[in-house]
């Protein structure tokens, strides 16, 4: 069994409902997850720190003059083109007669119940993208204002039986656009618009070039569709996809993205009250921006990366980054629950790389210990053993390495044993011999370690070094049986 929990985090067109789920074969079902979850619920819940976040990052990519800032952020009136001059022509003063009939749907404030009603005229054109001249050719008018009346009286209307042409629906879409009090992207971003229109490249030199600047467009467009009003960023929405999906048709209905542009910049972005010339200077830029709108309208109502990372920090009581060149500290610094782990973590590690570092150290030790003891007892040995014994954590022969009685040599001391073992040479050479090739142990100090691996058995020494060696010690002996002949024949 399945229970839901509704939660209204924030208004009647975000509702996010908790399920909890028992059943073990939807549990297997892949879970959807909202990555502007933090950033509306941010919006909803604390809205001047949310229009705050993304006013300050506005600025960061368009110069906005104070009183411009001030417009933005709704703390004064917007300054519009022509709105000191006299209301005059034929386009003004039909569109404010249109504006004083108002009805449930047109010529209200946009409301959720006329996107509501409005809706329906999308989706129906959304079936019929093939028509030729859509939005440019105009319906019937008789049609349109029974179309008109149904919506405002709020029955039920059934577009797909037949009774209405594309062309009546496409034609009453703008008729809605164009009545609204104001228009969709709101007087109050107009000023904002005109600045993203003008962001183009820079050269190697810094100077800027005719070239625009379409990822910053993106980002800044990202950010002023987040402070839009609720409704007017759904209509908006609605409304840039159907004009995506009419310019992928545009080799059947003959409207591309600038074409489309050309409808709907006077209904959607041109201040009210305002004509053509009134626009003469901004009349193009305008027209690019919508332009610019409808072919990346797929990517323009995507929080920007660091706004998702700022609102989900808010609400995880984190310190928020305000800008996108904050975020790149998280991936040094990370979150602060995240660093006492880290810490712990690091000492772990050190500690046992300590512990096998000084694990090896012994085993060293004792191998080195194991070879001083195995050498027959010398001087050298004795003192190499004193250094063991002075080393706090030497080894001692009785703890753990087991010692052989090595065997004494026996040494004559007379006079006569002498002359007769350098007489006869053997014995001598033997002696001699045993002595050079017994492995000189090395000191036990820093410098020594090294020494011992180098000497030991004679397997050790190079062929050439033992035969240079033998021969130095044959030479002494014919030397010394050549001295002592000569004094015994002297005696004589």
Partial sequence: YCIFFPLSLFSSDAICNFVICNDSSLRSQPIIFNPDFFVEKLRHEKPEVFTELVVSNITRLIDLPGAELAQLMGEEDPKLPGANSTASGFFRSLM?????????????????????????????????????????????????QILKDALNSGTDIDLDSGEFHSNDVATLLKMFLGELPEPLLTHKHFHAHLKIADLTLFDEKGNKTSTPDKERQIEALQLLFLILPAPNRSLLKLLLDLLYQTAKKQDKNKMSAHNLALMFAPHILWPRNVTANDLQENITKLNNGVTFMIKHSQKLFKAPVYIRECARLHYLGSRAHTSKDDLDLLTSSGSKELQPLKSQKRSRLDSCHQEETQQRTEEALKELFRHVHNMPDSAKKKKLIRQFNKHPTALTPGSDVPTSPAPRRTRSRSFSGLIKRKVLGTPVILERKSRDTTPEPARVSKENVQLLQKCGSPAHMSPAKLKSLEGRKEESCRRMRARLLSKDSSSL
């Fill in 96 to 144: 404010s007669l249109k504006r004083k009939e108002k009805g449930v749907v047109f010529g209200s404030p946009l409301t959720e119940e006329g996107i509501a009603q409005v809706s329906q005229l999308i989706e129906y054109l959304h079936k019929n993208l093939r028509a030729e001249g859509l939005f440019r050719v105009p319906g019937n008018s008789i049609r349109q």
